[in-house]
């Protein structure tokens, strides 16, 4: 509707909007207010004196720049784009319906790029500068924020964006697809039900988190169960006892950080059925081994290239936290892990099951396994142990 060939009435259109963005902003700075709904009235107020199609254009872009996502606003109101990268202020992209796109749009300077970062880890009390330039976030909708600024990122400002759906994706949907068969589904379903401890496993961007909410659906409602997450994004709404933590990082006010470590003890002591912690990727594994072996049920995820891949990190996480013998190490992931499943994303986009394995007791100090399924093309296939069972014990 608003953009045109006619390069006049572009330009004209930027010039008005730079205008009025920088005496809004000064009105709002002159008054010390900048609550969304005061930015609202001074925008209606700015282009009032409009014709009515400039005065739409404008005030969207004015309203997207000074309370939205500026020019990130029209990709975040998408339910199709699932994920949004600015390399830059100039470089924008995002994935549509599993297909990675470029948008024809940037921010108007590197600036505005940052203030917005700013926006957005302010919300959540985090801070990102020269000094501390990695950080993690979380919009008011749940969708997960990675930030990089230089001088660690040569490519000026990074933004990355995981958009959390509204409708969390069900298994249903994921049978749909293909990414899972009905059989897979009552698997999980009864081991949840018998409380057995499951780590998901997977690349970046497999569906880990997906699972797990799916995982989480299927737990007693009757259940105190305790989240723990770098950045909060688990959906667990059906469940009504349910305490949700996250972690926090030491900022210059003086608040100390608050480690995954730290939350995983204190959840020991607040009465747990159950405990799901969104990923382990470091010593917290130490702690997150303790409590499944004592007597606690949890779920959890972790980054790898298979289930046996993620045994072994697992074991360099605990390494990292503590002097164990490594065969006291894998005596203790074999008592505590119950069932894993492996996740991949296909170059279709498509998250599918890949594997599931069942771990076993550590014998001559290596953690033994046994798979129960595996997916072959197409077809899921399953071992007649697997077939047979009729519980996990």
């Known amino acids: ?20 963005r920088l005496e809004i902003k000064e009105r709002a700075r002159d008054r010390g207010i900048y609550e969304e709904e005061v930015i609202r009235n001074l925008i209606l107020e700015a282009v009032r004196p409009y014709a009515f199609r400039e005065r739409v254009c404008v005030g969207k872009r004015l309203f997207d720049s000074l309370c939205g996502m500026d020019v990130l606003e029209p ?22 319906n599993g297909r990675m796109r470029r948008s024809q749009r940037g921010f108007e300077s590197e600036e505005r790029l940052e203030d917005l ?32 600024l230089p001088p660690v990122s040569l490519s000026g400002a990074v933004l990355t964006i995981r958009k959390f759906r509204t409708d969390p994706i069900t298994m249903e949907e994921m049978i749909q697809n293909g990414s899972a068969d009905e059989r897979i589904a009552a698997f999980l379903k009864q081991a949840v039900a018998e409380r057995k401890n499951i780590f998901v496993c997977g690349a970046t961007s497999s569906g880990k988190t997906t699972l797990l909410n799916i995982l989480s659906s299927y737990i007693d409602p009757s259940e105190r169960v305790i989240t723990i997450e770098d950045s909060a994004e ?21 608040s100390r950080e608050i480690s995954m470590r730290d939350l995983i003890k204190a959840s020991l002591r607040m009465n747990p059925d159950r405990i799901i ?10 702690d ?40 006291a190490i894998r005596q203790q992931i ?14 279709d986009g498509r998250r599918r099951i890949v594997e599931i394995v069942r771990v076993l007791d550590a014998v001559n100090g290596e953690v033994q396994i046994e ?22 014990d």
């Not at 990709?75 to 549509?96: C, H, P, S, Y």
């Not at 399924?373 to 142990?385: I, N, Q």
Request: charged share 25%.
């Open 277 to 286: 912690i969104g990923e382990v990727r470091d010593a917290a594994a130490v």
């Open 334 to 347: 074999a008592s505590a892990l119950d069932l894993m499943v492996f996740l991949e994303k296909g170059r």
């Open 75 to 96: 990709l975040m109101q998408d339910e199709a784009i699932t994920d949004i990268m600015v390399n830059g202020a100039e470089r924008i992209f995002f994935v549509k």
């Open 371 to 392: 798979t129960l399924m595996k997916r072959k093309g197409e077809r899921f296939v399953w071992s007649a142990d697997a077939l047979s069972m009729t519980s996990f």
């Open 1 to 20: 509707m608003c953009a045109l060939p006619d390069e006049s009435w572009n330009r004209r259109l930027d010039e008005t909007y730079g205008k009025l």
């Open 234 to 254: 688990l959906q667990l709404r059906d469940l009504p006892n349910v305490v949700t933590l996250e972690t926090r990082n030491s900022n210059h006010s003086g």
């Open 288 to 327: 997150m081994l303790s409590g499944l072996n004592t007597g606690h049920s949890g779920m959890s995820t972790g980054h790898a290239n298979s289930c046996r891949d993620m045994l072994r990190r697992i074991e360099n996480m605990v390494l990292t936290g503590g002097d164990m013998p490594l065969e």
């Open 117 to 148: 970062i700013q926006q957005i880890v302010g919300s959540v009390n985090r801070t990102v500068n020269e000094a501390d330039p990695i950080a993690d976030a979380r919009l008011p909708d749940g969708s997960r924020v990675s930030v990089v």
